[in-house]
């Protein structure tokens, strides 16, 4: 049946309130008497389901029909947090499933609550993969992702005497409404043995003897267009043994062994990102990353072949996405099951390859850029290494043509890295076996053009592009914010949910005193909102007439939480010594998880509790400087905290910060930026005008030059009298007198080596934040045009946009509209 003629499922209240009966009755098997809100969770979530369903599988069947070009966007993480709101405000009943809920004397709101955030993910490249999957299925792009179905995920944080601790995060235990489990999906993945060659037709043959094997079952999960009958699909892979039991050592009373087999293979999907300081949790990562690549790989060809054309044609209808280096293997793997199980020839083959797949990078740090041992890559994928080893030697053939007898840079250059333990550079790999490489903001690929990659530059002109991130409007705005979403509707109508760049209209009204103060009524709402969510989730109180200054994101050196911390403590110190009378009351909100292995990062975790204390114990302070870390930073919790914040503290290193996607959601929800002229931020300067934020510090040329010079943070020490009394203060203990030394390591550091040029920024720092606090306080009319000016300015930082350009300038696929 033609899509566009279909009637589907109905989604008036009346409609939905049966359905929801129906659902609770036939599928929950319970009684509307005895039902529990979780219940009623799973009855709506089915409801909505249905819904998806109808025009899921009419764009599957379209795309068949049609023999579209399509992409497939492979990614370690999907970061998607709770779907059913979106999915409600995306297919547009939001309105009467709250109505429909309320008819059946549930409220829906609270039932949202308890919906689980689906835990794929770990920060921002796992949000940024869920923000360009929507974009994908609401510009009618056809698209899947491909992933991992972790039954953990990323660990539940917890904190204790200020420590974090981590605990399973099992969001999988009551079940998942939205997925479809595909039984029927299941691939054999094959692990270590050894390669026999032969000769087959006076060929070179490969035979890969594997000596374990694994099975690959795929999990489908509708992802819904907003206002649009397009339906994407993002497949997980769960793993499973090929023999789940073993019957004879049961028998003989040997139970921990009749399991080993199954539980040594499901522990691929068990838990994103093992910690990986130790060589088996490093062989299991590696394992991940193979499992879901091979299984996405033969999935797609799979498919490919079903419309029967041939493999040559292979680029010509399916475009691969690499969401950074991890799942870089797919260019051996493709490479493999050509030449191998295809008896393709190495030039059509590697043709083919390099046609097919494209590889963002997100990252600038060395130590960032992923690395595997060659041995523990010989042993788990031996036939992968042969052909990477050859891959590596026809390259350096062309290299060494190009630049004649330069070891330097075929050094530089090669896929084996030979310093220490000789090892794979997979970032070389994916440069190599792509058509296109880019960077996720317009500073970020200029400096691997420049200098990460300057040499494949050279050799590869117009390879490395510039795709800059962006981020849903639907769930950052459209759901995360209804008091400043109802305000934009209501001033320029709802066009701005599909079309981002309709908020310049707000720009007149920027004029308009009362806008102004209906924007700062929406701001003082979600403050209220979120003061109230921190008393329920954390008992802590917080005053929503103080200025709400956050810095939430993963926990690391670069993106220096311990820049702002030192401003929290200076500002102690005024107060203590009655030099901050013109301080505006604040509340300073950090939160974000540290990786288990880090242990700097759980320090820095650590310090800012012990400040807090100090902070709330003391009765001269807490009115007027507030503290708080907020736990177990999710999706959920981003959107509680992102609407109601007023300052944004986006304050990388710079030249560390590939993008951020954080500065985007943050700018567009009305908060000002105070910043860095690092990764977007810099095109959100360009876009939002610089009068309208606050930035300081050292620039990426600026810093390249203080360490070429020999940076002596020591020096810059001398020089503040200030900022070294509340380094000596950390040093001596102050903030943990039972244990004076617990972060007199972390002073020396500052003192002696600050990597992340901590000390020479701070006095920059806390001259802007200066002015902010003065601004705040003198002028709040000018700063909520300021704050709105921000919204009005981020129609670019649309992840539709990105998707647009994705499709146009790299996938080379065109929509397909379904009506």
Not at 28 to 41: E, F, H, R, S, T
Request: glycine share 6%.
């Amino acid at each position: 049946m033609n899509p566009e003629n279909r009637d589907y499922l109905s989604i008036d209240t009346i409609a939905l309130q049966d359905a929801i009966s129906d659902r609770l009755v036939f599928r929950i098997g319970k009684d509307p008497l005895v039902a529990k809100d979780w219940d009623w969770l799973q009855a709506i979530s089915y409801a909505v389901r249905d819904r998806l369903i109808e025009r899921w599988m009419d764009t599957q069947r379209s795309y068949y029909q049609k023999d579209v070009k399509r992409v497939y966007y492979l990614s370690l993480e999907f970061l998607i947090g709770r779907t059913l709101s979106n999915s409600m405000l995306n297919m547009g009943f939001m309105d009467s499933g709250i109505d429909a809920a309320h008819r059946l004397g549930i409220n829906l709101e609270r039932l949202r609550e308890l919906e689980p955030d689906a835990a794929l993910g770990n920060g921002g490249l796992g949000r940024l993969a869920a923000c360009l999957l929507d974009s994908m299925a609401t510009l009618n792009i056809p698209g899947t992702g491909y992933g991992i179905r972790y039954e953990y995920g990323m660990f539940k944080q917890h904190i204790e005497n200020g420590k974090q601790l981590e605990s399973p995060e099992h969001w999988l235990r009551k079940g998942n409404p939205w997925e479809f489990p595909r039984p029927e999906s299941v691939y054999t993945i094959r692990f270590g043995g050894h390669v026999a060659v032969g000769h087959h037709a006076g060929q070179l043959s490969f035979d890969w003897i594997p000596s374990e094997e694994v099975r690959a079952v795929a999990y489908d999960t509708p992802v819904p267009g907003y206002r649009t009958n397009t339906v994407n699909n993002l497949r997980l892979w769960s793993a499973q043994a090929v023999e789940e039991f073993d019957l004879q050592c049961f028998n003989q009373g040997e139970y921990i062994k009749a399991v080993e087999d199954k539980v040594i293979s499901e522990n691929i999907s068990k838990v994103l990102y093992p910690e990986d300081s130790t060589p088996k949790n490093q062989q299991l990562r590696l394992r991940q990353q193979y499992f879901f690549v091979s299984a996405s790989l033969q999935d797609i060809i799979r498919r490919f072949l079903e419309g029967e054309h041939d493999l040559r044609e292979l680029p010509d209808k399916v475009a691969i996405q690499l969401n950074d280096t991890h799942p870089a293997i797919a260019i051996p793997e493709l490479m493999r099951l050509l030449l191998d199980t295809r008896e393709m020839d190495w030039r059509s083959a590697w043709e083919i390859t390099v046609r097919t797949f494209s590889y963002t990078n997100h990252t600038l740090l060395p130590e960032a850029l992923e690395t595997w041992p060659v041995e523990l890559f010989g042993q788990l994928l031996p036939r992968h290494l042969q052909i990477i080893y050859e891959i590596n030697r026809r390259f350096l053939l062309q290299v060494n043509h190009r630049y004649p007898d330069n070891r330097e840079v075929l050094r530089q250059m090669s896929i084996i890295g030979e310093e220490g333990v000789k090892h794979i550079r997979m970032a070389h790999l994916a440069i190599i076996g792509s058509h296109a490489v880019n960077g996720v903001s317009a500073l970020h690929s200029q400096l691997l053009r420049d200098s990460t990659f300057a040499h494949f530059n050279d050799f590869y002109p117009g390879r490395i592009k510039n795709i800059t991130n962006g981020i849903t409007p639907r769930r950052w705005l459209n759901q995360a914010n209804p008091a400043l979403s109802q305000l934009i509707t209501e001033s320029i109508g709802d066009g701005w949910i599909k079309d981002l760049s309709q908020l310049k209209r707000l720009r007149p009204l920027l004029k308009d005193a009362a806008f102004l103060e209906q924007f700062a009524a929406a701001k003082l709402a979600n403050k209220r909102r979120f003061a109230q969510f921190a008393k329920d989730r954390y008992q802590c109180d917080l005053d929503p007439n103080t200025l709400f200054d956050v810095q939430v994101k993963r926990i690391h050196e670069y993106k220096r939480q311990l820049l702002n911390l030192l401003r929290v403590i200076t500002y102690y110190y005024r107060i203590l010594n009655g030099q901050a009378d013109d301080l505006t009351p604040r509340s300073v909100l950090i939160g974000g998880k540290a990786a288990p292995g880090y242990r700097r990062a759980k320090e820095i975790i650590r310090l800012i509790h012990d400040v807090a204390k100090v902070i709330d114990d003391d009765a001269g302070v807490q009115h007027r400087l507030k503290l708080l870390f907020v736990p177990n930073y999710d999706v959920s919790t981003a959107a509680e905290i992102i609407p109601a914040a007023e300052l944004s503290q986006q304050i990388s290193t710079a030249g560390m910060e590939a993008s951020g996607t954080g500065n985007m959601k943050f700018a567009l929800n009305g908060a000002i930026t105070m910043g860095t002229m690092d990764g977007a931020n810099v095109e959100i300067h360009q876009q939002v005008g610089g009068e309208n934020l606050f930035f300081f510090g050292l620039s990426v040329g600026e810093v390249t030059q203080l360490k070429q010079q020999g940076y002596r943070p020591s020096d810059w020490l001398e020089r503040d009298p200030e900022l070294r009394n509340v380094i000596e203060k950390l040093r001596d203990g102050y903030f943990s007198p039972a244990s004076p030394d617990r972060y007199r390591a972390l002073a020396e550091e500052l003192i002696h080596h600050d990597p992340f040029m901590v000390v020479a920024d701070y006095r920059s720092y806390m001259e802007v934040d200066a002015q902010a606090n003065h601004l705040y306080q003198s002028n709040p009319m000018e700063w909520n045009r300021r704050a709105a000016m921000n919204t009005a300015m981020m129609g670019y930082f649309s992840s539709d946009r990105t998707i647009q350009e994705y499709a146009s300038r790299i996938w080379r696929v065109k929509p397909l509209f379904l009506g």
